[in-house]
């Protein structure tokens, strides 16, 4: 990503709409896999530390990062989260079969072999263990933000759900999010396009009033997206699940 992009992120994340709600969401999701404190686990892509911030408010004790670029990792430092390393998602710095828990939110669709990395995933997740998985999603909302990120690709359902089987995970729960404010987002990268402005991170272009009303809009989203499942969204997400051997499993 530019450095642009991850400075945004480390001055506004802790406040911002689009960061606390999904910090909402993924938080729900993880607390049904009734893990213990003690579990191994690993956010891929920390950028500069809202899903490491997310993990701690959970009470997680051995939590852990990974991120390609060293400005994330000292954006991490200076919030206090020392336990990141410089790594690649796709060669990740675990042993087999170590996490109990893998969050890798808006990660997959920087690199160039999404298949490399979603295998690295299962390969370091314990049978059992799960993932977080989150991606931009309809190539139609292509805008400066996905330049900006360096993204290679948006996904569709479909597209990320035969990549999580292909990697050998089990999709438990998959669903878009971000529906309500699709059509909105949509015009409003067009009309930036359009207007041939210098491409800013999205998250600057916010003020408190705006911050409140997204923030009540992305509140309802994010509790009714599980539910209802929409056909559309900004983004798709996938819990998936590294299956337990068959009991008659050779060892």
């Not at 009734?34 to 500069?48: A, K, M, P, R």
């Not at 479909?158 to 438990?172: E, Q, S, T």
Request: charged share 25%.
């Amino acid at each position: 990503m530019e450095a642009s992009v991850y400075a945004a992120d480390a001055e506004l994340e802790a406040n911002h709409w689009w960061y606390v709600g999904r910090r909402k969401l993924f938080g729900n999701l993880i607390n049904t896999l009734h893990l213990t404190d003690s579990s191994d686990v690993v956010d891929i892509g920390t950028s500069s530390g809202t899903n490491l911030r997310l993990l701690a408010d959970l009470g997680f004790s051995r939590i852990r990062g990974v991120d390609a670029s060293p400005i994330a990792v000292e954006f991490c430092a200076a919030k206090g989260f020392d336990r990141v390393l410089l790594g690649d998602v796709c060669a990740l710095p675990f042993e087999d079969g170590e996490l109990d828990l893998v969050l890798a939110t808006d990660i997959v669709e920087h690199v160039d072999d999404d298949v490399g990395a979603m295998r690295e995933i299962t390969r370091v997740l314990k049978p059992g263990g799960c993932a977080l998985i989150t991606v931009p999603a309809f190539r139609m909302l292509w805008g400066h933000q996905d330049d900006l990120s360096h993204h290679k690709r948006r996904y569709l359902k479909n597209d990320m759900i035969a990549l999580c089987r292909d990697a050998g995970l089990k999709p438990v729960r998959s669903f878009y999010f971000n529906y309500l404010l699709f059509f909105p987002i949509y015009v409003a990268r067009r009309l930036l396009r359009l207007s041939g402005t210098k491409p800013i991170p999205e998250t600057r272009l916010n003020a408190p009033v705006l911050n409140r009303m997204l923030s009540a809009v992305f509140t309802v989203d994010i509790k009714t997206a599980p539910v209802l499942r929409p056909p559309f969204g900004v983004s798709f997400l996938v819990l998936a699940q590294r299956p337990e051997p068959a009991p008659d499993a050779p060892v």
